[in-house]
């Protein structure tokens, strides 16, 4: 049986489907736990958030440079939808990131005596009340997104 492994993934950005040498997303919840006289007792909700990495060869790279070219500069660029697939024989993962407004973190590390791939990582954070869907479930219950717009 098949199955899923770190180069099942396949990527996209936008409208252009890349090959992304790495990639990460983080979430943080700031739910906790709430005490009545020292003792746990329930819990209330916090603030969320969402950011990753991704890392682009030249090629990949190449094809992000023609959109920050149309618009202007790299910080023309609108806020972009990701997602990340794999499919194994019997399992699927499709994670999916909504308005992430990306910026440029690592363009150069150069190291002649390095046998890889040349790279550049970019940082993004998710910007959409549409937050983030892990094969196909928001993330945030709908009651709190419920009244915002996108």
Known sequence: ???ISNSSFS???????????KASLSIEDGRKSVQDGGVPNGWVPGA???????????????????E??????WQGIEP???????????????VEAFGCLLNLKDIMDYDPTSDKKATVKIGFEVTSPNFVKINGIPYLDPARVEGLTD
């Open 48 to 66: 969320v958030s969402a950011s990753g990495d991704i890392e682009l060869d030249a090629t990949a790279m190449a094809i992000l440079a023609e």
């Open 11 to 21: 990527f996209s950005l936008g409208d252009f489907r890349l090959r992304a040498e």
């Open 1 to 3: 049986m098949k199955r």
């Open 80 to 94: 972009v939808d990701l997602q990340f697939y794999a499919k194994g024989t019997k399992e699927e993962e499709n």
């Open 68 to 73: 920050a070219a149309a618009k202007g500069s």
